[in-house]
């Protein structure tokens, strides 16, 4: 091994002399060629290069590239805001910040020439400077951190910060430390963990760079590590201290991990003492936040708090070589929880449970983060039994296999798809049937995918094992919160099923599955939830904390801290009582998590959302709050999890967002920033007969869309569309008097219009069900063709530009653009109460450019009964992707930015997502989607969380 320590510095100007007198004093030492680890460096000879480079490093770049040292350490003088002496390991990002000694180069400038060179690890030391005066001598503090340098042995305060807790570090710092012979502590900390070693400065330093290698443990993730080197204390061996319980700072939270492959192995031998008992885990797997009750994550603070462990349990635990130490969910069939069907408890109600299922019965099972509802995947009886029981006709169920290969017999699975299958995150990914398999179709009707999982849980899977899969939804009733309690499940379960499966092991959290689903390539979350809660998304900014509540349907909120945004699990739809109830005690289980009071409050705008009304009732002392555009949201959300911090064109489609002119946004071309969006162009506004109603009864948007198009004097052109729809004649009296019709620009709503004309879809059973059938239409049609990424091509359309003159109908690449201010957003008091929803430059959707699909209403209607549904449906998605690439250009062409965000649930669809982006890249556009949080109203708190910041940030100077 060869080491380099080159110390830089002015011995002429005080403390700035530090480092050449470092490289002064271990040159003199009796022997300095004790500060290289000779015995694990596998070479023979070890070199110490001592360097004294003075203010000039870049002089040394020569020798350095000639010496090639395996190890680089720049020894400086710095200011980083501590006492003076105090020593610390800087940061390679930071380096300028920090430095103050005077080079002709800088030194990140120096370092990063170097890594480019050679393949060395560098490192720099700084030591807090007392005075860098002309004639100074070194002050004493700095004389005796330059003496702590110089020696044999040197002490070390660690400080890691970000999900490293419940995820085996500490005995994984335990074996780091053998093998770097070093002595010291490590604990938990509200904050983290902390530790503190000792031993040779080489060491210590090769300690702390390994800390987030390749062999720290697979769930652990360092976001933040801090080194200050201290006096030894002389400890004579590593051991792992009590946790402190007191504290202000707070620690990530791990998510419920899937069962790993060693727990597995276990689960199936029938000589381990837990041979299928369905609670084993390990610290690489089992529950995480659905047990915990508070920080820092120890068993008294689990909901495993009331199981004593056993001898051998204890043991495990205890023994830091163990793979179960520290294991806060740890127990055995001695000691820990126990399952319960019908009187019977343990294996014999596992075979109870499976008799039951093979016989046709539908359980209720109670899981890590809820209640399933479970039967045989391939009994078409008892699905079709379940869909009943369920009132739920179209929208598909999930299923869950025991293995990859029983998956494979049912569903093409690509690399990228089983990867993620096979992942300590385990989600429900939805994947291509094969047209013939075992799985009764009623699982997913009318549908080309269907959504899978892995058995995560040993109880999931000692069942799963004995079928080809088992059906694993979600169990509730129709909207209301998962069920995650015994007595709750027995109450409100009973009309699905007699049976319950149920164990005595408590939830704290409920967390329903996450669902995934692979869009160009890469995964998109539609649900998040369990695998990735409460992980946080980097925000680009510190500020105070913010809470940011979400929209109504599909609601998760967000709650910052420093630069990490926290978003809750799925909770669901708020209109629902006990949805708003799980939604408002979540809020304050993740503020003592997190440890967080909010500062900022951020809601949307719609007046009538439960979100916006509690955000809007809460009271506090200097509460700021802030309302933000839905759609703004949106792209901000997409602008988060993709880190982008400048202006972009951002595309918003979805089914409703209450827009700043009180009207029902869905289908829009924004410019955005984080402080500010404009509204460039939309959908042109068409009336919603009923109101919400004509969300679920699709006939309505039709007639809506033929209204307009041909009004009450040329009614007899949709006549025999007309007539078929149910208050067909109602409808459209509704419409002529313009009575209870607001009005609409919604993408979502366009689709369930070309749904009903071409009789894909009358009635929603189910949120998207429309546009669920057309994609499949649409996608069967494409796949048809030899092309790859066949894109038909499109129906016509217009934009229409509006003028001072009015409004004129241009082609689509030429059309002008009006560069106008639009932000729209309120800056409240805590005794706010209303929500003025109009900004004082949002005066409506007339001043904007709008998109006129009267055309492709016109074509579609002279295609039904010439062309297949599928064939209209795949030139519809076209079409609408036509339209993202050429609103794009005309908006690229004013305003010369070239980075398209895409958001909103519309883009849940593959077949619009994947044909939009390829015609965007095409004509060169930097495009960005979803991955991290969902596209629909799952990930807007994202978004207000980074906007709220931003304006937080802006106004505060």
């Not at 990063?112 to 400077?129: D, L, P, R, S």
């Not at 299928?276 to 390990?282: A, E």
């Not at 895409?902 to 982006?917: D, H, R, Y």
């Amino acid at each position: 091994m060869k080491i380099a320590f080159i110390g830089i510095g002015n011995p002429l100007k005080g403390d700035d002399g530090a480092g050449p007198e470092i490289i002064s004093k271990i040159k003199k030492s009796p022997n300095p060629q004790s500060t290289i680890p000779a015995y694990r460096s596998g070479r023979q000879n070890p070199k110490l290069l001592l360097w004294d480079c003075g203010t000039v490093p870049e002089n040394y770049l020569g020798k350095i590239i000639k010496e090639s040292p395996d190890v680089l350490i720049f020894v400086d003088a710095g200011i980083f805001n501590a006492p003076p002496g105090t020593i610390k390991l800087l940061n390679l990002n930071n380096i300028d910040t920090n430095s103050i000694s005077t080079h002709s180069l800088s030194l990140d400038y120096i370092i990063n020439w170097i890594k480019t060179e050679i393949k060395t690890q560098v490192f720099v030391i700084g030591i807090q400077a007392k005075s860098t005066n002309f004639g100074d001598p070194i002050s004493r503090e700095v004389k005796e951190s330059i003496k702590l340098l110089s020696s044999n042995k040197i002490g070390a305060e660690i400080t890691l910060k970000g999900l490293v807790q419940g995820v085996g570090m500490r005995p994984y710092l335990h074996k780091l430390s053998n093998k770097f012979s070093l002595k010291g502590r490590a604990k938990n900390f509200p904050g983290g963990v902390k530790l503190w070693v000792e031993g040779n400065l080489i060491d210590v330093l090769l300690f702390f760079d390994t800390l987030d290698g390749k062999d720290s443990p697979a769930l652990a993730n360092i976001l933040e590590k801090e080194l200050f080197f201290k006096t030894p204390k002389s400890f004579k061996e590593f051991k792992i201290e009590t946790s402190d319980e007191i504290g202000t700072d707070f620690v990530l939270i791990p998510p419920d991990i899937a069962i790993c492959d060693e727990c597995l192995k276990e689960l199936q031998s029938t000589k381990d003492r837990r041979h299928n008992y369905p609670f084993i885990n390990c610290i690489n797997c089992g529950p995480r936040f659905t047990i915990i009750k508070n920080i820092p994550y120890d068993r008294k603070n689990t909901t495993m708090q009331k199981f004593t462990m056993c001898p051998n349990c204890a043991n495990e635990y205890n023994n830091i070589k163990n793979r179960r130490y520290h294991a806060q969910p740890n127990a055995c069939y001695v000691c820990g929880p126990d399952v319960e069907i019908s009187k019977k408890s343990g294996n014999k109600a596992l075979t109870e449970t499976i008799n039951l299922l093979t016989k046709g019965e539908i359980i209720a099972l109670k899981g890590i983060g809820g209640f399933h509802l479970v039967c045989d995947a391939t009994n078409e009886s008892a699905v079709n039994k379940l869909r009943k029981l369920k009132s739920r006709p179209f929208k598909p169920f999930a299923v869950m296999c025991s293995s990859i290969d029983k998956i494979k017999q049912f569903a093409e699975v690509s690399k990228s798809e089983e990867e993620l299958l096979t992942s300590n995150k385990a989600p429900i990914v939805l994947l291509k049937k094969k047209s013939s398999s075992k799985i009764a179709k009623s699982i997913a009707p009318d549908n080309n995918y269907i959504g899978v999982m892995l058995a995560y849980t040993p109880l999931h899977y000692l069942i799963a094992d004995k079928f080809l899969c088992i059906v694993a939804t979600s169990g509730n009733t129709t909207d209301e919160p998962l069920i995650k309690d015994n007595a709750e499940a027995k109450n409100k379960l009973s009309k699905f099923t007699k049976n319950f499966l149920l164990h005595n092991r408590p939830i704290e959290v409920r967390c329903d599955d996450s669902v995934v689903k692979f869009i160009s390539n890469k995964p998109v979350l539609f649900r998040r939830a369990r695998g990735y809660a409460p992980l946080p998304v980097k925000l680009l900014s510190t500020s105070p904390s913010i809470l940011a509540v979400g929209a109504e349907l599909k609601n998760a909120f967000c709650i910052t801290r420093e630069n990490f945004a926290f978003l809750s699990q799925h909770i669901g739809d708020l209109k629902n009582y006990e949805n708003y109830e799980v939604f408002k005690s979540t809020i304050e289980h993740f503020k003592k998590l997190f440890k967080i009071t909010p500062d900022i409050i951020a809601y949307d705008l719609h007046p009538e959302y439960l979100s916006t009304k509690y955000a809007l009732e809460l009271s506090g002392k200097d509460l700021t709050k802030i309302g933000i555009q839905h759609h703004w949201a949106h792209i901000a959300s997409c602008m988060a999890e993709n880190n982008i911090d400048s202006q972009v064109i951002g595309v918003a489609f979805d089914g409703t967002g209450y827009g700043t002119d009180g009207n029902i946004w869905g289908g829009e071309f924004l410019l955005c920033t984080y402080t500010n969006f404009e509204r460039i162009m939309h959908f042109k506004y068409t009336g919603l007969p009923g109101g919400d109603i004509a969300s679920v009864e699709t006939g309505r948007m039709a007639m809506s869309y033929l209204f307009d198009m041909y009004g009450t004097s040329r009614r007899e052109k949709s006549q025999k569309l007309i007539s078929k729809w149910k208050n067909s004649d109602l409808i459209y009296k509704m419409l002529e008097n313009n009575f209870n019709c607001p009005l609409s620009s919604s993408v979502g709503r366009i689709f369930d219009a070309v749904a009903a004309i071409t009789d894909v879809c009358q009635l929603n059973t189910c949120e998207g069900e429309s546009a669920m059938k057309l994609e499949k239409l649409a996608e069967e049609y494409m796949n048809r063709r030899d092309i790859a990424c066949y894109v038909p091509e499109p129906y016509t359309y217009k934009i229409v530009t509006q003028s001072a003159s009015g409004g004129s109908s241009l082609p689509a690449d030429r059309h002008g653009l009006r560069n106008k201010s639009n932000s729209s957003f309120q800056l409240e008091t805590s005794n706010h109460k209303q929500v003025n929803a109009t900004a004082d430059s949002a005066k409506g959707g007339d001043a904007c450019d709008t998109i006129d699909i009267s055309p492709t209403i016109t074509e579609i209607m002279s295609e039904v009964n010439k062309s297949t549904p599928a064939e209209i449906s795949a030139k519809f998605h076209s079409t609408i992707a036509h339209i993202v690439k050429d609103g794009c250009i005309n908006i690229r062409n004013k305003y010369a930015i070239s980075r398209v965000a895409l958001s909103g649930g519309v883009f849940q669809n593959k077949v619009l997502t994947e044909s939009a982006v390829k015609l965007l890249k095409e004509e060169g556009f930097e495009v960005y989607t979803h991955s991290i949080v969902p596209p629909n109203d799952g990930g807007i708190s994202l978004g207000q969380a980074a906007i709220a910041q931003a304006l937080y940030l802006s106004k505060a100077g």
